[in-house]
């Protein structure tokens, strides 16, 4: 569509309809969702990103959905509930047609004995509290959270899939997708299901550093499957503030990234918004699932969305990205928390 035209989301009075307007909107895969270029992602409203003002991330949600960001995804992964109780105080009192909102089963607590579930009664569970904590009635998308974690592809087939297939049935879901960071293993469990799958996440894999996702974009066009390019940023990677202690680059792709951030402090320039930007351009991702904390990062994120960035600012991004980011040799970190995982598991038995 047209960015002239609203979107189904509008509501007359509660909108701001030039902001409305300035937003670009596409189709999500088949879904006749028409999701803005750029949405809310909550997971730093958990506690992997450090601490936040509970009051200004609730104004930030709010002010994003009238401003016509329109996809809020969020899951009991970040912060066990935390993040999805603090979306629920910002829907309450906005108009359920306003916006679309996404959250998770399958990934849940830090401790590893507890971390995945995908079985059919902790779905069920989770599901349940999902829609208690958010307070609405009825999630639009229902995703499976990590898949490559699940014991094998199997249970997320045989067991996770067809469980939420009966939330959709209910009219407790709309629509039903899978979130990884292997893209390879999102294209498998498509081949492999004859669960509708409308839409998958994709977080980290089309970045100033790596743009792994592009490969398989023709394989999910051809199906009409929705593409979510998340943390675009690179889970803070290629931010100026850098990564969390927990992120799993490589020591010597952060020690680039926080070249290429410096050089950026240097310029006043945020590393982030210029890696928001870069993703950005890519036309074939239906929107760029963004995680928001505060108010600032809602304008800095709107800002580039909108009005992109300056000559200057392009500038700036080609000399990092020839002096640095070039030259990051490992690009990603696949298997590499898997690895961990089934260490920690193992230890366990």
């Known amino acids: 569509m047209t960015s002239k035209m609203f979107p189904p989301t509008y509501v007359e009075g509660f909108h701001d309809p030039e902001a409305v307007k300035a937003m670009e909107y596409k189709e999500l895969g088949k879904t006749g969702m028409l999701v803005s270029k750029l949405s809310f992602g909550c997971g730093p409203l958990g506690c992997h990103y450090g601490t936040y003002d509970e009051a200004d991330a609730i104004e930030a949600i709010r002010q994003a959905i009238k401003r016509g960001v329109n996809y809020i995804d969020t899951g009991p992964w970040y912060g066990q509930g935390r993040s999805e109780t603090v979306v629920g105080k910002a829907l309450k009192g906005i108009p359920r047609e306003a916006y679309y909102i996404a959250t998770k089963v399958g990934r849940y607590e830090l401790d590893y004995d507890n971390m995945f579930d995908f079985t059919v009664e902790k779905t069920r569970m989770s599901f349940k509290k999902s829609l208690e904590l958010l307070g609405v009635d009825y999630i639009d998308v229902i995703q499976v959270h990590d898949i490559e974690f699940a014991p094998s592809l199997d249970v997320i087939i045989t067991q996770t899939l067809p469980e939420l297939s ?29 669960i509708n799958i409308a839409c998958i996440l994709s977080y980290s894999r089309l970045t100033l550093i790596d743009d792994a996702l592009l490969e398989y974009i023709p394989f999910f066009k051809k199906h009409k499957i929705g593409v979510i390019n998340a943390a675009t940023p690179c889970m803070g990677l290629l931010t100026n503030n850098g990564p969390p202690n927990w992120h799993p680059a490589a020591d010597e792709t952060k020690k680039q990234c926080a070249n290429a951030a410096q050089c950026c402090k240097e310029h006043d320039v945020e590393l982030g918004k210029l890696a928001i930007w870069h993703s950005m351009q890519y036309l074939d991702v239906d929107t760029n699932l963004v995680g928001i904390q505060s108010t600032k990062q809602l304008q800095m994120n709107l800002d580039v969305t909108q009005n992109g960035i300056s000559e200057k600012e392009k500038a700036l991004l080609q000399e990092i990205r020839e002096k640095f980011l070039s030259t990051v040799k490992n690009q990603h970190w696949e298997g590499k928390e898997i690895h961990t995982y089934q260490i920690a598991m193992n230890k366990n038995i």
């Open 166 to 194: 009966k939330y959709v049935a209910e009219g407790k879901a709309k629509y039903i997708g899978l979130t990884g960071y292997p893209v390879s293993v999102l294209k498998e469990c498509i081949e492999k299901s004859n």
